[in-house]
């Protein structure tokens, strides 16, 4: 149950201390996509996560992980934001979070895994290590599979964060 606890449980990316994490020792921050960054690939702004990517590569190496093999919508986001980007990542299997890995030659203690999914984002990270930050997903229509994830997820997330003093909605660094 340790490996679905994330290190921090956040509404959405504004809200999350980078200076804690980078105080942790982190250097790599990796975001997940749909319902994470945007909804559902729908990009409203560019210019704010232009400015909000510039800011947190001030201090942190910035990549976009995704499971999306729709490869427009990604390297479109990730040009006009200049942010690196592995698609069809596979999460929660290894592939992609070890991808990044490998392009930065980072410990997985210095990199963090942010996003909307417990079993894809938080598991799939702290597998590997990573630390972990697990967000409110920013839309209610998601992909079929996410929906039937979602099922689960409520319920397993209930139950993590009981079991240590935490509860949903409430949340924490």
């Not at 190496?61 to 990604?74: G, H, L, Q």
């Not at 592995?86 to 999460?91: R, S």
């Given at each position: 149950m340790k490996s679905l606890l994330p290190d921090m449980y956040k509404k959405n990316i504004y809200d999350i201390n980078y200076e804690k994490l980078k105080g942790m020792g982190v250097k790599t921050l990796i975001f997940d996509f749909d319902n994470t960054l945007v909804e559902k690939g729908k990009v409203k702004d560019?210019?704010?996560?232009?400015?909000?990517?510039?800011?947190?590569?001030?201090d942190f190496?910035?990549?976009?992980?995704?499971?999306?093999?729709?490869?427009?919508?990604?390297e479109k986001f990730s040009k006009e934001c200049d942010v690196k980007y592995?698609?069809?990542?596979?999460?929660p299997l290894s592939r992609g979070f070890k991808k990044v890995k490998e392009l930065d030659k980072m410990n997985p203690e210095e990199i963090c895994m942010i996003g909307d999914q417990l079993f894809t984002d938080v598991w799939g990270s702290k597998r590997l290590g990573y630390h972990s930050v697990y967000l409110t997903p920013i839309a209610k229509d998601e992909h079929l599979i996410t929906k039937f994830n979602r099922l689960f997820e409520r319920r397993v997330f209930n139950r993590v964060l009981k079991k240590n003093k935490k509860e949903k909605g409430r949340y924490y660094d």
């Open positions: 560019y210019e704010k996560f232009k400015e909000f990517f510039k800011k947190l590569k001030k190496n910035v990549y976009i992980i995704s499971n999306t093999i729709d490869k427009n919508k990604i592995v698609m069809f990542a596979l999460k």
